[in-house]
Nanobody, 124 residues
Framework: QVQLVESGGGLVQAGGSLRLSCVASGRDFSSGTMAWFRQAPGEEREFVAAIRRGDGMSRNADSVKGRFTISRDNAKNTVYLQMNSLNPEYTAVYFC?????????????????WGQGTQVTVSS
């Protein structure tokens, strides 16, 4: 089994920054993909960024390019999401997800494992 635990969310003013963390435990995902998704109230869960653990290849959603950076520390089984230049439209619950696929996956149905989410609230 796999457990994913997010942390680092909170309240931040517009223009500020946060760094989210996701710690994985359980089976080895050294060749898999880890990703961040977000979901605002009443909205569909949407892709934010993904990274391949093996070589660090990553992909960001167009909406966050230049603002968010995904990274990983495989020794710590941790994936990060650095969020800069935040504004209220980024307010959402952010979820960590994982799969064992070697491809960089970007859609909800393709991820098998999910964390409980961490709330990010951006005030203006």
């Amino acid at each position: 089994q796999v457990q994913l635990v997010e942390s680092g969310g909170g309240l931040v003013q517009a223009g500020g920054s946060l760094r989210l963390s996701c710690v994985a435990s359980g089976r080895d995902f050294s060749s898999g993909t880890m990703a961040w998704f977000r979901q605002a109230p009443g909205e569909e869960r949407e892709f934010v960024a993904a990274i391949r653990r093996g070589d660090g290849m990553s992909r960001n959603a167009d909406s966050v390019k230049g603002r968010f950076t995904i990274s990983r520390d495989n020794a710590k089984n941790t994936v990060y999401l650095q969020m800069n230049s935040l504004n209220p439209e980024y307010t959402a619950v952010y979820f960590c997800a994982a799969n064992t696929n070697v491809f960089i996956l970007t859609t909800v149905p393709l991820f098998d494992y999910w964390g409980q989410g961490t709330q990010v609230t951006v005030s203006s």
